[in-house]
């Protein structure tokens, strides 16, 4: 039998695919429910295993199994294995802007002609999500609209030709005490479009450096087996003093 060639198999990848091909070889890989499940549950950033994942998707393990090594092969997916479990994660945030950005092109043009959740449990965490959520490392929804604005409105954040932090906000993060890294080839700061509020919110370096420090601070929590997380009494507080932000504003409806 003569080798699978096709664009989503593991052999394209290793083969002199021109630019054209490479670029078709990468939609191939998105362009199965059952693969694309995959990458969206990934953008919490964590590390799944396959049976974790072949539950959310609603496959079978062996199925699972050989998305994931198309995935892997791909490059849009890193494994690692620990005894006998397999555990695979966004290959880094390239990818999972990659992700996220076609999900925003995939949401419905407008509020109004959205599918609505058919129960209630579905519509309540579809709620939770648009006011609050991880997009693979660093805050988005509402939560992150809202803490980009302030920092924006404070003289900490420009948006004027592309996002970059400025020296206040170098300087509010060193008061804050949450460090960024800066030897990385990653941008310091970068624009994220969200697919709720259809605006930008803060990622890169600084984005998932002030995610990390509002999780492991307690001012937000995940909740639900979602993306989705919550600001806590302690954050609203915290948010107020540092950015001034009031409690209203984080639980505004989200944008057109």
Do not use: N
């Not at 990622?203 to 997380?229: K, N, P």
């Amino acid at each position: 039998m003569a080798p699978d060639d096709s664009p989503a198999s593991p052999s394209a990848w290793t083969s002199p695919l021109s630019a054209a091909g490479r670029l078709a070889a990468l939609a191939a890989l998105l362009a199965d429910e059952t693969r694309a499940s995959f990458c969206l549950a990934l953008l919490d950033g964590r590390a799944w295993t396959a049976g974790e994942l072949a539950r959310r998707a609603g496959v079978a393990a062996s199925t699972a199994s050989e998305h994931l090594g198309r995935l892997v092969a791909g490059g849009l997916l890193t494994e690692e294995r620990q005894g006998r479990h397999r555990y695979v994660r966004l290959a880094g945030p390239e990818t999972a802007h990659l992700v996220e950005d076609l999900a925003v092109r995939t949401a419905p043009p407008a509020a109004g002609r959205a599918e609505a959740p058919r129960t209630l449990r579905a519509a309540s965490a579809s709620s939770a999500m648009a006011r609050g959520r991880t997009c693979y490392d660093h805050l988005a929804g509402r939560v992150g609209i809202v803490i980009t604005d302030a920092m924006t409105a404070r003289g900490l954040l420009r948006q004027d030709a592309g996002f970059a932090l400025t020296d206040e906000g170098l300087a509010w993060f060193d008061e804050l005490g949450v460090p960024l890294e800066r030897a990385g080839r990653r941008p310091l700061a970068r624009s994220c479009l969200d697919w709720t509020e259809r605006r930008p919110h803060l990622a890169g370096v600084a984005g998932a450096a002030l995610c990390r420090h509002a999780l492991e601070a307690g001012w937000c929590v995940r909740i639900g087996s979602e993306r989705a997380v919550k600001v806590t009494r302690e954050g609203e507080r915290a948010l107020r003093e540092v950015l001034g932000i009031e409690p209203g504003a984080l639980a505004g409806t989200p944008g057109p």
